[in-house]
């Protein structure tokens, strides 16, 4: 099993540029979620979603955030336009169907200059 | 809402030595996992164990094993025989089973463990 794949692994932008994020979760896995951490905010939860349907977006911090699931093996999460205070790692983690752990990727570590 | 409260922000420890890192979480639910996760400086978040609320019995795996108070809301993880790979940051992780916004997993701020040789 590969696990989560995530990329790019690292990231180095400007402001105001546009970033994806991209997840392929572990096959078969039925639900995926973004986390963001940073020094301050710890790790806490932007998007998860289930059956590649958004279940609850509410840790979305802007409309510069958006997400996407288009089929069951990929993800996007995309800040358009980028800021400095995005700068942070972002995870991907899925669960499988009936299962409670989640399997965390290797995150994106993301620096908007 | 969950919160969830490491409250020693660093430890340290001699190598096979036992050490045990404290959390408390407060949550009305009564359905609910918690777990321990590991965090190395390769920063990828490793599952190390978990617990159902359900089970009074403390889960164990290995060298690392938890003691669950849910009547005090409190989850600590011990490990034992500390080895020098067993340093990292460790979260304690809340999720609930039921309701809306069920599971997702809600983090403490972390402790950090040095293992001493």
């Known amino acids: 099993d590969a696990g989560v794949i995530q990329s790019p692994r690292h990231e180095v932008t400007e402001m105001g540029q546009e970033v994806t994020l991209r997840c392929k979760p572990i096959s078969g896995h039925n639900s995926l979620f973004w986390y963001r951490q940073t020094m301050m905010r710890g790790l806490e939860l932007l998007i998860y979603?289930?059956?590649?349907?958004?279940?609850?977006d509410s840790g979305m911090p802007e409309d510069r955030f958006s997400a996407k699931m288009p089929n069951a093996s990929f993800s996007t999460l995309k800040i358009q336009p980028s800021e400095p205070r995005d700068s942070a790692v972002y995870f991907c983690a899925s669960r499988g169907t009936g299962a409670y752990e989640q399997y965390f990727g290797p995150g994106t570590r993301l620096t908007v200059t | 809402a969950q919160t969830v409260t490491q409250s020693q922000p660093e430890m340290s420890v001699q190598e096979a030595e036992t050490v045990t890192l404290s959390c408390t979480y407060d949550?009305?639910?009564?359905?609910?996992?918690l777990f321990w996760y590991k965090q190395p400086p390769s920063r990828q978040m490793i599952l190390v164990i978990r617990q159902e609320a359900y089970k009074q019995q403390n889960a164990t795996e290995n060298r690392f094993s938890v003691n669950f108070q849910k009547a005090a809301k409190s989850f600590s993880l011990k490990i034992s025989d500390s080895q020098l790979g067993d340093t990292a940051m460790y979260f304690c992780a809340f999720m609930k089973l039921s309701g809306g916004s069920n599971y997702k997993l809600t983090f403490g701020k972390g402790t950090l463990l040095t293992v001493n040789p």
């Open positions: 949550t009305s639910e009564s359905n609910y996992y």
């Open positions: 979603f289930n059956n590649n349907v958004p279940i609850d």
